[in-house]
T-cell receptor
């Protein structure tokens, strides 16, 4: 059974800090790993998608890395802002089709 | 370019009733997936439709059924509602025509409450 775990479950940091969110998955036979942001009660916004042939992707203050051999991905957020407060979900694809999601990390950035 | 849209936004039903949720995929997408997200958890895959056929299914009972129309829009039907069906239902779309990676785009979701 494919599983995705995320640590920490929740994180509270002061504004301006750099932070790292962790995602672990079983079965290294993946095509994609995708990071999403979810605001309370809302849908998912795609942040970064890393293909299996890639090691990392960057978008603005966000950087995501992928290590298939260890079954891990990290999302790095630089210079955090209160607007970054949300739940961050990682998801691995299931043979390139539907996704298996982790439970998410709930982030609070305090002004 | 319209993204993935879902209707209704919120829905309240009684146990035993039936419900239909609707989804229109992002322009250019031909594949629709449905997910259930319980409070505090990650989304769980229900099923996926392509060319009006169910091509993949997660671990959900037959009370959950769906349909895809020729214009690629989709419906999720849930029969004999249980309290445990209360959740945010998310629709996602992508296209199979261009090959991997199959980046999925999500709609805003439908919040279903079963009382």
């Amino acid at each position: 059974k494919q599983e995705v775990t995320q640590i920490p479950a929740a994180l509270s940091v002061p504004e301006g800090e750099n932070l790292v969110l962790n995602c672990s998955f079983t079965d290294s036979a993946i095509y994609n790993l995708q990071w999403f942001r979810q605001d309370p009660g809302k849908g998912l916004t795609s942040l970064l998608l890393i293909q299996s042939s890639q090691r990392e992707q960057t978008s603005g203050r966000l950087n995501a890395s992928l290590d298939k051999s260890s079954g891990r991905s990290t999302l790095y957020i630089a210079a955090s802002q209160p607007g970054d407060s949300a739940t961050y979900l990682c998801a691995r694809d299931n043979y390139g089709q539907n996704f298996v999601f982790g439970p998410g990390t709930r982030l609070s950035v305090l002004p | 370019d319209a993204g993935v849209t879902q209707s209704p936004t919120h829905l309240i039903k009684t146990r035993g009733q039936q419900v239909t949720l609707r989804c229109s995929p992002k322009s250019g997408h031909d594949t629709v997936s449905w997910y259930q997200q319980a409070l505090g958890q990650g989304p769980q895959f229900i099923f996926q439709y392509y060319e009006e056929e169910e091509r993949q299914r997660g671990n959900f009972p037959d009370r959950f059924s769906g349909h895809q129309f020729p214009n690629y829009s989709s419906e999720l039907n849930v029969n004999a509602l249980l309290l445990g069906d209360s959740a945010l239902y998310l629709c996602a779309s992508h296209t199979l025509r261009q090959g991997p990676p199959y980046e999925q785009y999500f709609g805003p979701g439908t919040r279903l409450t079963v009382t």
